[in-house]
């Protein structure tokens, strides 16, 4: 299977740029994500890997080949689309032999081949009906089995999994991270839900406005988002975020402050913010589970009130606010903690857990 | 006052409007072919005798057989033919030069049609001012009495080019409608632009296609105005088309009951045609069939 190499690719519909020079890898058989809000380029990037779209600039490599002026027949792709683009007026038969009529293949030949992939993804009993006959997961297979038939080399998927309902998407989930890692087919898999891309993706493109915001493993950009945009994307319910402060150093000690909260910073954050050089303007972000409710002042951490209770069952979800104005804060609790609303409490943070940005740059600082 | 009462307030105009115009014509000139009114207006029954005397009628073997030819000649090659290819390849085209190719075939629609008769008038004049005739006589040819040596060819020619727009447009409309990712998948999956038409493009438009192979059948069948005004149905009888002969019988020869007969038939001939298709495209295919969810 070959590796893909994208290089300051571009697309520009007129004036809409809807990719806008991104670069990035994706090794021999690997599985990466490419995860962004709608409308930020996602489809666009892989219908030009795929060939059908001609990049406005940059390049496109399958190993150590150029593909950029290859036609979509000749790259050896299979793709599943959002909406499966199964063709109605076919049976599921021909939906899934149509590659192989494409390629002129042998009948025997196509018979035993759509009988094996169906056999795979246990839809064999479907063989003769049409796409209107059958339910949303099963012609989600179906787009599937017409993908996987000709044996491709590169496995291309648009938010396959979208249309379906909250059950269903997590069994295709893990469905579908199976079959690619059983068959070692290299996938770059489009989706808009960060969960998708965490649990399936061993790298993720993480995309905003045809840009790339961040290119890492779902841990790297989870646990150390580049910017803003990749903090709040990534992670449900999102990286907490405290906006307006000041960095101030009084009697030695430093502190990020606004008029109602007051954090006192440990010293090796504190020497980056004076590298960075930014004194207004910074954010303070946490995620939910980095932080703990307690009822006295201890170590690092900030005075909140409690706002209303989310009850998970096994967690719970504490919603804070520092003062009226402010954002709202997420932290998880076990569900035996006990806080009443409205109760003044003090949210103490896991040093490792701060990130601070600059809310100019949107840039990580610390 | 009742809902219902209501409601026949605001159709009784229509309802008036539709029996005057459609339904009395229509029992008047079925009433009509079983008299032989002539220019005196007089009611006089006759029963059947109109239509045992179309069965005699020697000029009605032509008639039927230019009738079948014309019709069926101009569908095939004009107005389901020539449409579905501008179609077909004005949709592969980028969308600029499409639009581009497909105004220029509306363009007769948008001449008035006695001025687009006289237009072709004009090309077959068997002088040298006729542009055909004009081109051949700058390459030292004799001038050509082409109305009277393929008077048949002109009309098909004359009706296809402006009749081959309307379904171009529907036939695009209804290309345009299928979803871009069938065509993606398609390209992906390596299928030629042959393999692509016959097998996506055609069964996902075969409902435009009955549509416009009946419609067109049958205004062929009713049409005669641009024959009337090129050939007016000769040489001798060589373009004389059905409903150009019910149109003489009635109007020139004031034989109205034999024409309203005549018509009759006509209209008898557009049904058979109209089921005929219905059966060849397998009409009840086209109907949606229950969807059924099973796991
Ligand atoms: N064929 C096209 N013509 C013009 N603009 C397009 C076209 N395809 C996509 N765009 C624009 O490019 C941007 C990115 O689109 P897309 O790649 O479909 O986003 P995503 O798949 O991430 O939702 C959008 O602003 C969209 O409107
Ligand atoms: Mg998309």
């Given at each position: 299977m070959p590796s893909i190499r994208v290089v300051n690719l571009k697309k520009y519909f007129g004036k809409v740029k809807a990719v806008d020079g991104i670069s990035f890898e994706v090794k021999d058989g690997e599985f990466v994500a490419l995860l962004g809000p709608s409308g930020c380029g996602k489809t666009t990037t892989l219908l030009m890997l795929a060939g059908i779209y001609k990049p406005t600039g940059g390049e496109i490599w399958f190993d150590d080949q150029l593909?950029?002026?290859?036609?979509p027949k000749f790259r050896e792709i299979g793709m599943v689309f959002q909406n499966y683009?199964?063709?109605?007026?076919?049976t599921i038969y021909e939906n899934i032999a149509f590659p192989l009529r494409a390629k002129k293949m042998e009948e025997g030949e196509i018979k035993k081949r759509v009988y094996d992939v169906a056999k795979k993804l246990m839809i064999e009993k479907l063989l003769d009906r049409k796409p209107g006959q059958i339910s949303g997961g099963q012609q989600q297979r179906v787009a599937l089995a017409r993908a996987l038939i000709k044996q491709p080399k590169v496995l291309l998927f648009d938010?396959?999994?979208?249309?379906?309902d909250a059950k269903l998407r997590m069994m295709m989930r893990a469905e579908i991270k199976k079959l690619q890692e059983d068959l070692g087919i290299t996938s770059v898999y489009v989706t808009h839900d960060q969960a998708e891309a965490m649990t399936m993706a061993s790298r993720i493109v993480v995309f905003n406005k045809g840009k790339i915001m961040q290119y890492g493993t779902p841990d790297e950009v989870y646990r150390n988002p580049k910017n803003l945009f990749v903090a709040t994307f990534i992670g449900n319910p999102a990286m907490n975020l405290i906006r307006n402060l000041s960095y101030i150093r009084k009697d030695g000690r430093a502190f990020l402050i606004s008029k109602s909260l007051h954090l006192e910073l440990p010293e090796d954050v504190a020497k980056k913010i004076e590298e960075a050089k930014k004194q207004e303007g910074l954010v303070l972000g946490f995620r939910p589970e980095d932080a703990e409710i307690v009822h006295e002042e201890s170590g690092l951490g900030f005075w909140a009130y409690v706002y209303v209770l989310e009850p998970l069952g096994r967690d719970l979800i504490i919603n804070l606010k520092v003062s009226e104005t402010d954002e709202l804060i997420k932290v998880f609790a076990e569900s035996g903690v006990v806080v009443d609303k409205d109760e003044k409490v003090f949210v103490k943070l896991?040093?490792?857990g701060i990130h601070v940005f600059d809310s100019e740059t949107e840039e990580l600082i610390v | 006052m009742k809902g219902k009462g209501k409601a026949w307030i605001f159709l009784t105009p229509m309802v008036v409007l539709v029996v005057m115009f459609f339904a009395i014509p229509v029992i008047l000139t079925i009433v009509l072919s079983f008299t032989n009114m002539d220019y005196t207006f007089k009611w006089n029954f006759i029963g059947l005798g109109n239509f045992k005397d179309i069965a005699t009628d020697f000029v009605i073997p032509k008639v039927l057989l230019n009738t079948l030819i014309y019709t069926f000649t101009t569908l095939a090659l004009f107005n389901v033919g020539c449409a579905l290819l501008i179609s077909l390849l004005t949709t592969s085209m980028p969308d600029r030069w499409g639009s581009f190719f497909r105004t220029l075939w509306m363009l007769p629609r948008l001449t008035p049609s006695v001025v687009y008769g006289i237009l072709w008038l004009w090309i077959f004049d068997p002088t040298e001012h006729g542009l055909v005739n004009f081109i051949r006589a700058q390459m030292g040819m004799p001038p050509q009495d082409w109305l009277h040596q393929a008077p048949m060819v002109i009309i098909i020619v004359a009706n296809g080019f402006i009749g081959a727009s309307m379904g171009m447009l529907i036939f695009t409309a209804a290309i345009k409608a299928i979803p871009t990712d069938y065509y993606r998948a398609a390209l992906i999956d390596g299928a030629s632009w042959w393999m692509i038409t016959r097998k996506i493009t055609l069964p996902l438009i075969k409902w435009q296609l009955l549509f416009v192979t009946a419609y067109q059948t049958l205004s062929l069948l009713t049409s005669f105005e641009y024959i009337l005004i090129i050939t007016n149905g000769g040489p001798t009888f060589r373009t004389e088309v059905w409903a150009l002969y019910t149109y003489h019988m009635a109007f020139?020869?004031?034989r109205f009951g034999y024409g309203a007969a005549l018509s009759v038939i006509l209209v008898i001939l557009g049904t058979v045609f109209a089921l005929l298709y219905l059966k060849m495209f397998k009409f009840e295919d086209l109907m949606q069939k229950p969807k059924v969810e099973v796991d």
């Amino acid at each position: 299977m070959p590796s893909i190499r994208v290089v300051n690719l571009k697309k520009y519909f007129g004036k809409v740029k809807a990719v806008d020079g991104i670069s990035f890898e994706v090794k021999d058989g690997e599985f990466v994500a490419l995860l962004g809000p709608s409308g930020c380029g996602k489809t666009t990037t892989l219908l030009m890997l795929a060939g059908i779209y001609k990049p406005t600039g940059g390049e496109i490599w399958f190993d150590d080949q150029l593909m950029n002026d290859v036609p979509p027949k000749f790259r050896e792709i299979g793709m599943v689309f959002q909406n499966y683009a199964l063709y109605p007026h076919m049976t599921i038969y021909e939906n899934i032999a149509f590659p192989l009529r494409a390629k002129k293949m042998e009948e025997g030949e196509i018979k035993k081949r759509v009988y094996d992939v169906a056999k795979k993804l246990m839809i064999e009993k479907l063989l003769d009906r049409k796409p209107g006959q059958i339910s949303g997961g099963q012609q989600q297979r179906v787009a599937l089995a017409r993908a996987l038939i000709k044996q491709p080399k590169v496995l291309l998927f648009d938010e396959p999994l979208s249309n379906l309902d909250a059950k269903l998407r997590m069994m295709m989930r893990a469905e579908i991270k199976k079959l690619q890692e059983d068959l070692g087919i290299t996938s770059v898999y489009v989706t808009h839900d960060q969960a998708e891309a965490m649990t399936m993706a061993s790298r993720i493109v993480v995309f905003n406005k045809g840009k790339i915001m961040q290119y890492g493993t779902p841990d790297e950009v989870y646990r150390n988002p580049k910017n803003l945009f990749v903090a709040t994307f990534i992670g449900n319910p999102a990286m907490n975020l405290i906006r307006n402060l000041s960095y101030i150093r009084k009697d030695g000690r430093a502190f990020l402050i606004s008029k109602s909260l007051h954090l006192e910073l440990p010293e090796d954050v504190a020497k980056k913010i004076e590298e960075a050089k930014k004194q207004e303007g910074l954010v303070l972000g946490f995620r939910p589970e980095d932080a703990e409710i307690v009822h006295e002042e201890s170590g690092l951490g900030f005075w909140a009130y409690v706002y209303v209770l989310e009850p998970l069952g096994r967690d719970l979800i504490i919603n804070l606010k520092v003062s009226e104005t402010d954002e709202l804060i997420k932290v998880f609790a076990e569900s035996g903690v006990v806080v009443d609303k409205d109760e003044k409490v003090f949210v103490k943070l896991r040093p490792e857990g701060i990130h601070v940005f600059d809310s100019e740059t949107e840039e990580l600082i610390v | 006052m009742k809902g219902k009462g209501k409601a026949w307030i605001f159709l009784t105009p229509m309802v008036v409007l539709v029996v005057m115009f459609f339904a009395i014509p229509v029992i008047l000139t079925i009433v009509l072919s079983f008299t032989n009114m002539d220019y005196t207006f007089k009611w006089n029954f006759i029963g059947l005798g109109n239509f045992k005397d179309i069965a005699t009628d020697f000029v009605i073997p032509k008639v039927l057989l230019n009738t079948l030819i014309y019709t069926f000649t101009t569908l095939a090659l004009f107005n389901v033919g020539c449409a579905l290819l501008i179609s077909l390849l004005t949709t592969s085209m980028p969308d600029r030069w499409g639009s581009f190719f497909r105004t220029l075939w509306m363009l007769p629609r948008l001449t008035p049609s006695v001025v687009y008769g006289i237009l072709w008038l004009w090309i077959f004049d068997p002088t040298e001012h006729g542009l055909v005739n004009f081109i051949r006589a700058q390459m030292g040819m004799p001038p050509q009495d082409w109305l009277h040596q393929a008077p048949m060819v002109i009309i098909i020619v004359a009706n296809g080019f402006i009749g081959a727009s309307m379904g171009m447009l529907i036939f695009t409309a209804a290309i345009k409608a299928i979803p871009t990712d069938y065509y993606r998948a398609a390209l992906i999956d390596g299928a030629s632009w042959w393999m692509i038409t016959r097998k996506i493009t055609l069964p996902l438009i075969k409902w435009q296609l009955l549509f416009v192979t009946a419609y067109q059948t049958l205004s062929l069948l009713t049409s005669f105005e641009y024959i009337l005004i090129i050939t007016n149905g000769g040489p001798t009888f060589r373009t004389e088309v059905w409903a150009l002969y019910t149109y003489h019988m009635a109007f020139s020869n004031y034989r109205f009951g034999y024409g309203a007969a005549l018509s009759v038939i006509l209209v008898i001939l557009g049904t058979v045609f109209a089921l005929l298709y219905l059966k060849m495209f397998k009409f009840e295919d086209l109907m949606q069939k229950p969807k059924v969810e099973v796991d």
